[in-house]
């Protein structure tokens, strides 16, 4: 499956955007899906993450009540809505991707075999 990471921009703190991340080669409804970033000079870390069904969700401390993950099967698309943004969530976006077909989520890189190319996302204060 192949993966591209959209809707990445330049933003104020406290305004929103919405990631998508569109797959092809494969239906979707197959695969979990993560959501990464990568600050300069950072680890890359999870940011959300959605189980097959799309049911089943997880989110970091730092985005919790502030993002959400959700996963459209039928478009094949994953989107992480981002609200209130603050500088700190300035990053390159990555989504992840691996086939699996029960309950839950994967929060570990290492865990996902398939990758988009990241998005680029910057807050200013």
């Known amino acids: 499956v192949q993966l591209q990471a959209s809707g990445g921009g330049l933003v104020q703190a406290g305004d929103s955007l919405r990631l998508s991340c569109a797959a092809s080669?494969?239906?979707?409804?197959?695969?979990?899906v993560g959501w990464f970033r990568q600050a300069p000079g950072k680890e890359r870390d999870i940011v959300a993450a959605v189980n097959w069904s799309g049911r089943n969700t997880y989110y970091g401390d730092s985005v919790e009540g502030r993002f959400t993950i959700s996963k459209d099967n039928a478009k094949n698309t994953v989107y992480l809505q981002m609200n209130s943004l603050k500088p700190e969530d300035t990053a390159v976006y990555y989504c992840?991707?691996?086939?699996?077909?029960?309950?839950?989520?994967?929060?570990?890189?290492?865990?996902?075999?398939?990758w988009g190319q990241g998005t680029q996302v910057t807050v200013s204060s």
């Open positions: 992840a991707a691996t086939y699996s077909s029960s309950w839950p989520y994967y929060t570990s890189s290492a865990d996902y075999d398939y």
């Open positions: 080669g494969r239906t979707f409804s197959g695969y979990a």
